[in-house]
Structures are given as structure tokens and as C-alpha cells.
């Protein structure tokens, strides 16, 4: 199955997964270690696991890299104690506005340690069928969501009247979900314990859709301001931001 590369820059990159494969598919691809198989053990319910997988699989089969974990529970790539199996695959580039990288293909598989100037924190989201993971040279975050989800019901727990106004350029007929793939994401890449959504983050402002279907979201956390990048891609939204 292709991983899809929707979004470069020279210090980052976005891999969006159609998941497809079983857990038993998936497993001898993500080459973990002993550690990492009790963590499987005790993840509930098959989708997760599923999804839990995929993840690993992606750093493995694209960065040559395990994950790892920062006190503030942030994920990071890290060098694995063994070099990954060399492996085939094709991407594709999906929006106008990123392109300019090659599309995937062929052996990624790090034949050295990774260098300090490659991607090492990173942020995973997953919804039905999908995983996103973004790689990055700091702290960043992703949310990827399907767009027909309803979270206006509780929206007043994450969202202002003001913040649900200013997403309708993104989801004009579900502006609460755009506050929320934003809150989401910024929520990874602060790594800050018990940040509230509704009193520490604020979603000021965002830009139209491009012609590519993509464009910008204002914010702060806490006071520090924060630009946002928000794409679609077939019935999903994506919202990402880089530190």
C-alpha cells in the first residue's frame, strides 16, 4: 500500500496511510522490540492496535527509525538498535501547492544513524481507515479527521462563537470540526500537561481555500501565536503546525 507525501517543506514532511492489512500484516513489518510488544499487548480493541502499527510501520519503512517517547510524552524518531529491511513503495503528490519533492519510491531504509538535520520529533493522528504522520525538525502536531464527523454537540467545550465564525472558510458546513482539527494539533506540538482548549487556546483567524484546497489558520497558545496549515484530501481534513 503507497504512503501519499502531501505536504514538504525543507525541515518537514506529511505521510497520509489509506490502512489497509491486518494486525498480523502489519506486525513483522514494524520491527518492534521487546518493549514494544508488551506496549502492543496491552492496547485494546483491534482497530487500535491496527492503527498503533501502522505508525510504527511508517517511521520504520520511511525514516529507517523506531519511536520514542520525550518526558512530555511527545513522540520522537529514534535510530533502531537494527537496520530495517530494505523495502518498495510508491507515493504520489496530491496538491499543487507542495510540489517540488519526488514522489516516494524505492529503498528509503537508513543504511547509517539518522544526522542531526533529519526530522526527528513527530506527531501521528488516525481516523477510519486513514494515519497521518508528520515529521519535523521541532515540535509539531497533526489531526486528521473525516469531515462528515459531528463534534457540534459539545462544542462549547473546545470553541467559541467567535472561533466557529472564523472556521466556516474551512468547513462551511461543519465549522466545529475545523476548531477542533486545530485545537487537536496544536495540543501535540505544545506538549504542555493539562492544557484546556477552551481557555488556553485560541483560534483567531483563518484564510480561504486555495484553489488546491488548502490554506491557513491563526492561533495562540496560552499568548504565543502559532500559524497553522489546514489541507483536504478526499473526505478528510487536515490541520498540522510546526513549532
Known amino acids: ?21 491486518s494486525e498480523s500484516e502489519l506486525l513483522p513489518r514494524a520491527g518492534l522490540g521487546d518493549k514494544e510488544l508488551a506496549a502492543l499487548e496491552g492496547i485494546k480493541g483491534e482497530a487500535r492496535r491496527r492503527e498503533w502499527l501502522a505508525a510504527r510501520v511508517m517511521a520504520r ?3 529507517g527509525a523506531g519511536i520514542a517517547y520525550l518526558p512530555s510524552g511527545q513522540p520522537i524518531l529514534q535510530e533502531p538498535r537494527e537496520q530495517p529491511e530494505p523495502f518498495e513503495k510508491q507515493g504520489q503528490l496530491l496538491s499543487p501547492k507542495y510540489q517540488g519533492e519526488p514522489p516516494l519510491s524505492g529503498t528509503r531504509a537508513m543504511a547509517s544513524p539518522l544526522p542531526e538535520a533529519r526530522p526527528r520529533h513527530i506527531s501521528v493522528s488516525h481516523t477510519d ?5 508528520l515529521a519535523a525538525d521541532r515540535p ?13 454537540r459539545v462544542s462549547e467545550r473546545f470553541a467559541t ?9 474551512v468547513l462551511p458546513g461543519n465549522p466545529a470540526l475545523a476548531v477542533w482539527c ?4 496544536l495540543y501535540k506540538a505544545a506538549g ?8 488556553d487556546m485560541t483560534l483567531v483567524a483563518t484564510s480561504p481555500a486555495s484553489p488546491a484546497g488548502s490554506g491557513t489558520m491563526k492561533a495562540s497558545v496560552r499568548g504565543t501565536p502559532h500559524t497553522l496549515e489546514w489541507l483536504r484530501h478526499e473526505e478528510l481534513l487536515i490541520v498540522l503546525v510546526i513549532h
Do not use: H, Q
Not at 500500500?1 to 492489512?21: D, H, K, Q, V
Not at 509539531?140 to 457540534?152: H, L, S
Not at 462563537?161 to 472558510?169: T, V
Not at 504542555?192 to 481557555?199: M, P, Q, T, V
Open 192 to 199: 504542555i500537561e493539562g492544557l484546556d482548549f477552551l481557555s
Open 182 to 185: 486545530a485545537k487537536e494539533a
Open 140 to 152: 509539531c502536531g497533526v489531526d486528521i479527521e473525516r469531515t462528515g464527523r459531528n463534534v457540534a
Open 129 to 133: 481507515g486513514w494515519v497521518a504522520l
Open 1 to 21: 500500500m503507497s504512503y501519499l507525501r502531501i505536504f514538504t517543506t525543507p525541515n518537514a514532511e506529511l505521510l497520509l496511510w489509506p490502512l489497509a492489512g
Open 61 to 63: 519503512e520511511v525514516f
Open 161 to 169: 462563537a467567535a472561533e466557529l465564525a472564523a472556521s466556516l472558510k
